[in-house]
């Protein structure tokens, strides 16, 4: 099993930045999405998530700036940031889910500052 994230970067406020998690290893479009983030010296959160139907769900924090997509042609899925702010900064990483399984990739680090 595989999940690499790609995409993070530095980022201006009111920017925008696209992550990917690309698969491997197990089968894709019977997994739940996932993108969890943890910033410096907090717990990890749950950011989004996307079935296997494709009904997404936000947390609070970032309904109607991020949008979570998947592509099960390619075992890869996305989430798409906008109006980033500096409480955006953190690591994510993606994770697929299915009854007992959790996998999780290594993150990728996303930083929102001048």
């Known amino acids: 099993v595989r999940l690499v994230e790609y995409g993070g970067g530095l980022v201006q406020p009111g920017g925008s930045l696209g992550l990917s998690c690309e698969t491997s290893g197990f089968p894709f479009s019977a997994f739940a999405l996932r993108w969890y983030r943890q910033a410096p010296g907090k717990e990890p959160e749950l950011v989004a998530n996307?079935?296997?139907?494709?009904?997404?769900y936000y947390d609070d924090a970032v309904e109607g700036r991020f949008t979570i997509s998947r592509d099960n042609s390619k075992s890869t899925f996305y989430l798409r940031m906008s109006d980033l702010v500096p409480e955006d900064t953190a690591n994510y990483v993606c994770?697929?889910?299915?009854?007992?399984?959790?996998?999780r990739g290594q993150g990728t680090l996303v930083t929102v500052s001048l």
């Open positions: 994770s697929a889910i299915r009854l007992n399984a959790d996998y």
């Open positions: 996307i079935d296997t139907a494709g009904t997404a």
